[in-house]
């Protein structure tokens, strides 16, 4: 069982930056694939980022591609989110999620950080 734990939302004004993380426990980290998902108010769960399990290979969604950089530490058990240019429309509560390479689903989920961007 991997439990996942969020930290670094915030409120910061349009054009700001922040740096969300996730940490792992419970599991091999190096095994799983993570990702950034978020959930604005009244809208489903959207994809943002993920990483592979060597943190070589990434993807975007197409509205943060450029401004969103996903990262991750195996050795800190840690994955990261650099939000740069950030957009009120980027306001959301922010999901880390944990997907074993040898599954197609995310199994595991953390409780969610609140990100607001204000105007």
């Known amino acids: 069982q991997v439990q996942l734990v969020e930290s670094g939302g915030g409120l910061v004004q349009a054009g700001g930056s922040l740096r969300l993380s996730c940490t792992a426990s419970?599991?091999?980290?190096?095994?799983?694939?993570m990702g950034w998902f978020r959930q604005a108010p009244g809208k489903d769960r959207e994809f943002a980022a993920s990483?592979?399990?060597?943190?070589?290979?990434?993807n975007y969604a197409d509205s943060v591609k450029g401004r969103f950089t996903i990262s991750r530490d195996n050795a800190k058990n840690t994955v990261y989110l650099q939000m740069n240019s950030l957009k009120p429309e980027d306001t959301a509560v922010y999901f880390c999620?944990?997907?074993?390479?040898?599954?197609?689903?995310?199994?595991?989920w953390g409780q969610g950080t609140q990100v607001t961007i204000s105007s």
């Open positions: 419970g599991g091999t980290f190096s095994r799983y694939t």
């Open positions: 999620a944990a997907r074993h390479y040898l599954r197609a689903v995310y199994d595991y």
């Open positions: 990483i592979n399990e060597g943190g070589r290979s990434t």
